[in-house]
Each structure stands twice: as C-alpha cells, then as structure tokens.
C-alpha cells in the first residue's frame, strides 16, 4: 500500500515536504530537521496543511502515534496502558487489551508494569496501545532511542517483521541508518526537505548527493577538484588536496576542469593488497597510507588509514589484515577502484 504524504508546516519549523510511505517507511535524518515535526503533523498535534489528514481534527485521524520513549504510564500494568487508548473504565476493556498483547506476542505479560519489561516489550505494549485505535497509518517517533546496542538490530528486526504482519503501513523517524536498512522504503530528509527517497538497495547504493550519503552512514566523505576527463575510458581525474592524490572517478561529462566535486567511497570498497599469489587488486588509484587506529569488529576489522591530512577507513577480514603483518604504525598501499567511488558536484558550486 504506498500512501503519498504532502505537508506544510510552519511553526515550530517551516517544513515542506512531500514523500510517499509504503510498508515499513524510515524517513531519515539528522536532529532538527524536522523528522518529529512531521509525524506530530500527521497526527494533528500541530498546525499544517496538507494531505492526507489535513481536514480533520487531531481524534478523528486514523493514525496510531508511537512517542520516543514509548511514554508508558509506570504505574498501570500492561494491558492497562493499552486500555487507556480508550479512556473511561479500564477493567471494562481488559479482554480487548489483552487480545491486543496477544498480536504483539505479549499476551503472557499483560499483567506486568513497564519497569519489569524489556526495551523491546515496552515498545511492543506502546504499538498494542496505538493499534487500539484501529490506524491506517502508524507513526513511530525515533523507535530506537531507547535500545541499547546489543539489543537494537533484533527489535528492529521484530518490529518491521510485526508490522508486515499486520499489514499497516508505518512511518518511522529516525537517525538510525540500520533502521533504514531494514525498511521497505527510505526516506531522506535535509535541510528541511525530502532530497531522495526509493528502495533501501537503490538509496544505499546511490545516494544522490554528499548529504545523503552522510545520512546513510558513509564513513569517507571528502572533496575534490577536476584536473581532467577521460571520455574515451568513461573516467574523470580529481586532485584529492587533503592527501595529495590523484584519483580517477566515474565520468563527470557536466563538470569542468577546477570545477570542486564531492566524492565518497564505502570502507567495504577501500581494499589491501591480495595474499593471493599472482592476484593484483589493479593499479588503479593506489594510496600510500599509515595505519592509525584499528577497531576489532568480530571476524573483521576497521582500520583508520592516514593519507596526507585526511583520515580513509577501511574494512577488511583480520585474517586478512594479521597475514599482512599490519598494526598500528604500518605503512601499506590501497586501492580504491574507479567504479567504487561515487561522485556529485560540489553543493555550493
């Protein structure tokens, strides 16, 4: 089900925006671009103009609105803070809140208060709450803020799945990238405005601009200036002055030479030199570099790579990376490949 979303607001921030939810949506963005605007707009909490719940008032719009923090009530158990979703007598809706914890796969603890429940089944008693209210629509305000890390990719997880479940399409704000990753369709907002929005393998392996990328968590993010092209190899050469190299980059046919342009690359596609005899990675942009920094991530590693003034991470098997004899010091070659980098002329050109 795709629902288009077009909103004007303009207190507390002046916002306009138009994107469309379909399935799990994760509208992406960093603080104080307005991702909690938009939400609190659809359900009617402030003024603005729009569709598709602009004429009607706040308790007749068809949304069920989840809170950072969920915003349990700590003294009523379970099924009581999803019976407030009715208001009057709450021992009169027992068996309807307890049906509705039973959806959410709490049924056995609907007698429990907030302070003896999980993160995760806290979040899960809010969404029982916001689906008594029957939503088209539900509205998740930074459903991550209050996991921690170990915990937060298999909530996540359970959340999307639950909500395919259910079949309602839901909107969920967040800075989280990992969010993003696991939706149905991503949003992305900057700068107060949708500037992309597709399919997460689409968005993540295209983003449109240097400010999408640092919304989807690209680590290398630098600046550049075209020296020349190269039409004929489908290549451009950029003059990378923080490390003092060149690097040659898809064709950039609409850019001129000096023209600044913004380049990134992801730390998967920054690569050490092969221990397979007679295998070369290419010859394409090698970067002399010194290792810096290193962070164990299990069965690999990141490794922080000083090249000139500028910092490049790199992510590879630790296998890989004790094979080599690299640490903390080392000097080594890597390379970043022409068609692994990606490339958008420089946003205030």
């Not at 004429?55 to 009530?73: I, M």
């Not at 696991?182 to 929005?197: A, E, F, N, P, T």
């Not at 399919?199 to 400010?211: L, M």
Request: a neutral charge; charged letters at 15%.
């Amino acid at each position: 089900m795709s629902l288009p979303v077009s909103l004007r607001v303009r207190q507390p921030i002046s916002l306009d925006v138009d994107f469309e939810v379909r399935g799990f949506t994760a509208l992406l963005g960093a603080s104080g671009e307005g991702k909690s605007t938009v939400l609190k707009a659809l359900a009617g909490l402030i003024p603005s103009q729009g569709t598709p719940f602009g004429n009607l008032p706040p308790q007749q719009r068809p949304v069920g609105y989840l809170p950072q923090g969920y915003a349990l009530f700590p003294h009523l158990r379970a099924w009581e803070n999803v019976a407030y979703a009715w208001g009057g007598r709450l021992l009169a809706r027992r068996d309807v809140a307890v049906d509705l914890l039973q959806s959410v796969g709490l049924g056995q603890q609907a007698e429990l208060r907030p302070s003896q429940l999980s993160g995760g089944q806290q979040q899960r008693v809010a969404l029982a709450r916001a689906l008594a209210r029957h939503p088209q629509v539900l509205l998740l305000d930074e459903p991550t803020s209050a996991l921690d890390a170990n915990t937060r990719d298999d909530v996540l997880a359970e959340l999307v799945s639950r909500m395919h479940e259910l079949g309602i399409p839901a909107l969920a704000a967040t800075h989280d990238a990992s969010l993003a990753a696991m939706s149905d369709w991503v949003v992305l907002l900057s700068d107060r405005r949708v500037i992309q929005q597709g399919p997460p393998a689409e968005v993540f392996a295209h983003p449109a601009s240097a400010a999408a990328a640092a919304l989807l968590g690209v680590r290398n993010r630098f600046s550049g200036q075209v020296v020349q092209h190269a039409p004929e190899r489908g290549l451009t050469l950029l003059h990378w002055a923080q490390a003092d190299h060149s690097l040659w980059v898809p064709l950039l046919p609409s850019s001129n030479i000096g023209d600044g342009v913004d380049w990134a690359v992801s730390p998967d596609d920054v690569r050490l030199p092969s221990i397979k005899p007679g295998q070369s990675a290419g010859s394409e942009n090698p970067l002399s570099c010194q290792v810096e920094h290193s962070v164990v991530q299990g069965a690999s590693a990141l490794l922080a790579l000083r090249c000139g003034q500028a910092r490049l991470w790199l992510r590879a098997p630790l296998r890989l990376i004790t094979h080599l004899g690299l640490h903390v010091g080392s000097e080594v070659t890597v390379q970043a490949r022409p068609e692994h980098l990606l490339c958008w002329p420089r946003a205030s050109d």
